[in-house]
Structures are given as structure tokens and as C-alpha cells.
């Protein structure tokens, strides 16, 4: 990934001070991380024989936009050449009044090993990926307070170190942060630090778009560029939440700072997994399966603001704001119905290849079954109805479990067969009709592309690909702990300060994952779905290697 190309104006100097013995318990395979050379700010409470005497001056970057608070950009990261260290300590730009995660400036070791897990599944799993975590680090001392209910509970210190990355929020206003409001002084008369912040950030805009997308666009054309960029920008971060989607694997906050300029997610403090499309109420956030409409927020917001803080682009040719909209939903459409499509068997070759009408029909049943009484009452935060009275836990709510719809579907070679097998999990006969006659077609499609040789074999291979696809993955659902959301493994080693096991756990957890997620089957040889037609009946290679290696102690 390409550094962010920021204005001085966008970054403020943090000092940093070596570790005296960072352990790195778990890497990504880059080994670009030097366990000598780590650095990060002591916290007033630490013994000062966890650092050495050398100081760095490293970089906290400014930035705005919607969902940052009254933050002034990054509260406990700082990067240098090219490297992010998040969980560094407090950084002057943390907001006057943050949540504990931000206050502390620092990470617990759940929380890194969770970004790792999160960023490599991501990876995995969505079209333009995620921002890698390259290493997760162990400084030796401890988080600076217990949060949740146990009080007493072992908190580690650790580091997540990941790619600096320009973000949406980079370019974008930020008018919570106190700081940033008050006047920019001699060099830009009449106007804030944070306006004139953003100024300078938007006359960088074209070219770390042009890095960032790989635009082809004439190196001195600012015009063609930014309508180019924010054109893909807008495709790719469409693709990325239709792909989230279909593979239930909602971001929970896709606000401008969690999002690269490329398209890729980052930070996924409450990122999750959803074990089927039934509907998921929360008292609060983000509603996970509307969070499409957040990254189309941010595009536009950009846009806007280009016109205010690059004011010599007024009057050129890019894209308007509506023609964005028009075709941030057109993208994600036809990508969800791709999606949704590989989810019941097919491969990307075998779903880009298809009609778009055919797959536009079956994803219009699709949702027809999985909103079929999708509907619950909202509690408040404390768990009680506005009347008083106490309410249940939110509930998965949803007539018919289109996971197992899609399952059950997989073997069914005809429409016959396909009915008996649903009738016990779609009830509804209109419904099932829809969805019957839908996939029939996609399969009679596909059945002819695939003749001669591929044919006898594509309802086993849908069979094992549905089945896969839609399985649950427990090690990537978030559970309540003390009072946090949290995956509950990787909390109960850190508890028992079993350290070593966190690599290998997130390992495992990342094997599992990428196997579930691969739109390819992993035990089959092929690089096309068409190609592993011919290899069903052939006996399934090794289990994919490790995503990642770790380093444990002796």
C-alpha cells in the first residue's frame, strides 16, 4: 500500500521512546517490524526500565469528517516511514472527552490481536481488502486501567502495527476538535487552523487519489484525476459493503476515518460475524445491515467540500454529487447480486458471466425471504421499553433463515427436487416458488456454460460450495464479557497472561475463516470455478497454510 501524501499542516510531532523489550507475538508474514527498534510514549504509571534513553519524534495525523467526534484525528496512533503504530499513548490531537479504548492512548491485547484477525479476514474476503496489520507487540507493561466490570482482570499493553494510509477523513473538515478552531495566525489571515489544515490537504487530494487507485489520468491533469478518483472510489467502496454484506461480516463503523482511500477497511474495534440475514437489533450504532449507506456519506461529503476548499476546481468537469449517488447505488446492486449469488454456490467467474437480468430476479427473492418478518422493537440502552418495562435481549429476528435456504439448495439439480428440499425451511409456497424458479434459471444458465464436461459435476460442486459458504464461524462472533464486547478467546488468554497462545490462536482462527470466506474451494485444484468443476470427484488437497506466522515464547 501507497504512504499518505499529507501536508506538515496535517501532522503534529509526538515523541517516542524505544522499548527496552517489545515482543513481537504475532506477524503477517512482511517481517517488516524490527522488535528492537519499537517505539511508543510511557505512561506516567510505567517503570521507566520498560524504555530505553533514545527519543524519535514520530507523527499524529489530523483529519476530520463524520463519526471522528471531537477528536482531532489520530488520539493514540502515530506513524513513521510509512508505518502506523497504533496504541502509542495519548497523542495531543485525543479528544477533550473520549471513550476509555481512546483516553488511555493505549491498546490491551485483545484488542490488537482482534485487528489482526479482523484486517487478514477482510483481506481475505472483500474485494479491495483491508489495511494489513503487520505485527502485533507486546511493550512489556500494562493498559492503563481495567475497563468493565473486572476490575481486577489483567490488562497487557500491546501495539498494533500496520501501513500509513490516506483516508476520506484526511481531506474532510473537522470542526468538534477545540484546537482546530481557533485562528491559523500570520500565514493564512481570517481563517482557522483546521480550515486552513484542510486547504492544504485538499490540494493534495489528486495525487493521492492517482497513488492510492493507480489512476491512469495525466500526471498534471488535477481535474481528471479528482473526477477519476472520486468515480472509483465511490465502485470500490460500494463493492467492498455489498461483499460485507453477502458474507455477513458488517464493519460497524464505516465512517471516513475507517476507510482508505483505496477502498480498503481499517479499525475494527466492533467489527463482527453474522451467523444468517435475519435481522439484528441493536439499542444503539450502527444498524449492521444498513451500513452501506455510510461510505456513500463520506464520498459525497468529499465531494462537497472539494468545492469549498479547492475552489479552483469550480466549473470543471467532475462528477456532481447526484451523479455519485446514482451511481454508488447502481454499483452496489449489481455487486450484491454477485455476491449473493457466489453465497449459494457459484464462483466470481461463474457469477460475472451470468445475465444480469437472471441474477437481478434471484436476488429480488433472495430478499423477499430474508425480510419476510424481519421486524422487533427497539430497546433502550439500559435493556427497558420506553413504557418501563423490561425487555428481552435483542433477538435475530426473521421468518426464514436464508443460509439455510441457500444450503439446502446447493445439490438440487432441478426445480422439482429443489422444492421438496425447501419446503421444510421456506413454508411460505409464493416465496418458494420466486426463489425456486430464480435459482432454476441461474442453474439451467450455468448448466450450459459448464457443458460438457463440468455438467455431471456442478450440483456437487454447488452442494459443497453452499455448504461452505454458509457455515458459521463462531471464532469471529463478539460476545459480552465484563461488560465488553469482545472475542472471548483471545480475552481469556490475555486474563490468564498466556501470551504465547495469542499467535497461534489468531492463526487458527484466520485458517478457519479464509476457508468459510474463499470464493474458490480451498481443498480443489483450479484457479476458476469452472476449472474445479473437473476436480469434485478428486481426492481434497492439504488444508490450506497459516495465514500469518507467530513468534512464541519459550
Not at 255 to 276: E, K, Q, R, T, W
Request: hydrophobic content about 40%; glycine content about 8%; charged content about 20%.
Amino acid at each position: 500500500m501507497r504512504p499518505a501524501l499529507l501536508p506538515p499542516s496535517s501532522l503534529i510531532e509526538v515523541e517516542t521512546r524505544r522499548l527496552a523489550r517489545a515482543e513481537i507475538v504475532w506477524q503477517d508474514g512482511t517481517d517488516v517490524v524490527d522488535p528492537t527498534q519499537v517505539y511508543c510514549r510511557p505512561q506516567r504509571y510505567e517503570a521507566d526500565d520498560l524504555y530505553e534513553t533514545e527519543t524519535r519524534v514520530e507523527w499524529a495525523d489530523r483529519y476530520g469528517g463524520t463519526g471522528t467526534g471531537a477528536a482531532g484525528g489520530s488520539g493514540r496512533c502515530t506513524a513513521l516511514n510509512g508505518l502506523q503504530t497504533k496504541g502509542v499513548g495519548v497523542t495531543p490531537l485525543v479528544a477533550p472527552v473520549a471513550d476509555p479504548f481512546h483516553a488511555s492512548g493505549t491498546m490491551m491485547l485483545f484488542e490488537a490481536a482482534t485487528e489482526a484477525l479482523f484486517a487478514g479476514v477482510y483481506q481475505a474476503s472483500l474485494p479491495f481488502g483491508a489495511v494489513p496489520v503487520h505485527a502485533v507487540i507486546l511493550t512489556g507493561g500494562r493498559y492503563s486501567q481495567p475497563l468493565g466490570d473486572d476490575a481486577d482482570a489483567r490488562c497487557v499493553r500491546s501495539l498494533a502495527i500496520r501501513p500509513f494510509v490516506p483516508r476520506p477523513a484526511h481531506f474532510m473538515r473537522n470542526f468538534m476538535y477545540p484546537d482546530g478552531n481557533r485562528a491559523a495566525g500570520p500565514t493564512a489571515h481570517g481563517i482557522t487552523v483546521d480550515c486552513w489544515r484542510t486547504e492544504q490537504a485538499m490540494a493534495c487530494l489528486a495525487t493521492n487519489f492517482k497513488t492510492s487507485l493507480t489512476l491512469s489520468a495525466s500526471e498534471n491533469d488535477e481535474m481528471a484525476l479528482l473526477d477519476a478518483g472520486l468515480r472509483e472510489l465511490t465502485r470500490r467502496l460500494a463493492w467492498q459493503c455489498a461483499a460485507g454484506f453477502a458474507k455477513r461480516l458488517p464493519h460497524g463503523t464505516l465512517s471516513c476515518s475507517n476507510i482508505a482511500l483505496n477502498g480498503a477497511y481499517l479499525d475494527f474495534g466492533v467489527s463482527n460475524f453474522l451467523p444468517s440475514y435475519r435481522r439484528l437489533c441493536w439499542a444503539h450504532g450502527q444498524e449492521p445491515w444498513t451500513e452501506a449507506m455510510w461510505p456513500l456519506r463520506t464520498v459525497l461529503s468529499l465531494r462537497q467540500q472539494l468545492d469549498k476548499y479547492r475552489p479552483l476546481i469550480l466549473g470543471g468537469a467532475i462528477v456532481s454529487c447526484d451523479d455519485l449517488t446514482e451511481e454508488y447505488g447502481r454499483h452496489f446492486q449489481q455487486r450484491l447480486a454477485i455476491e449473493m449469488a457466489k453465497m449459494a454456490g457459484l464462483t466470481e467467474d461463474m457469477a460475472s458471466a451470468c445475465p444480469a437480468e437472471l441474477l437481478r430476479t434471484w436476488l429480488k427473492a433472495m430478499r423477499s425471504t430474508w425480510t419476510r418478518g424481519a421486524q422487533e422493537r427497539f430497546v433502550t440502552d439500559s435493556g427497558r421499553l420506553a413504557d418501563g418495562r423490561a425487555a428481552p435481549p435483542p433477538r435475530q429476528l426473521g421468518r426464514f433463515d436464508l443460509n439455510a435456504i441457500l444450503a439446502a439448495a446447493g445439490p438440487c439439480g432441478d426445480a422439482e427436487s429443489m422444492d421438496r428440499a425447501l419446503a421444510p425451511l421456506l413454508g411460505d409456497p409464493t416465496l418458494r416458488r420466486e426463489f425456486v424458479n430464480a435459482a432454476s434459471e441461474v442453474r439451467r444458465w450455468l448448466r450450459n456454460l459448464v457443458e460438457p464436461e463440468g455438467s455431471s459435476n456442478l450440483d456437487a460442486y454447488l452442494a459443497r460450495q453452499a455448504l461452505r459458504k454458509n457455515a458459521d464461524l463462531p471464532a469471529l462472533k463478539r460476545e459480552k464479557s465484563a461488560g465488553l464486547d469482545l472475542l472471548k478467546p483471545f480475552r481469556q488468554l490475555e486474563i490468564a497472561g498466556n501470551t504465547a497462545a495469542i499467535g497461534p490462536a489468531i492463526d487458527r482462527a484466520l485458517v478457519q475463516a479464509r476457508h468459510v470466506l474463499a470464493d474458490l474451494d480451498p481443498a480443489l485444484p483450479g484457479d476458476t470455478g469452472v476449472a474445479q468443476l473437473v476436480g469434485v470427484t478428486r481426492p481434497p488437497r492439504p488444508p490450506l497454510a497459516s495465514y500469518g506466522h507467530h513468534t512464541a515464547r519459550a
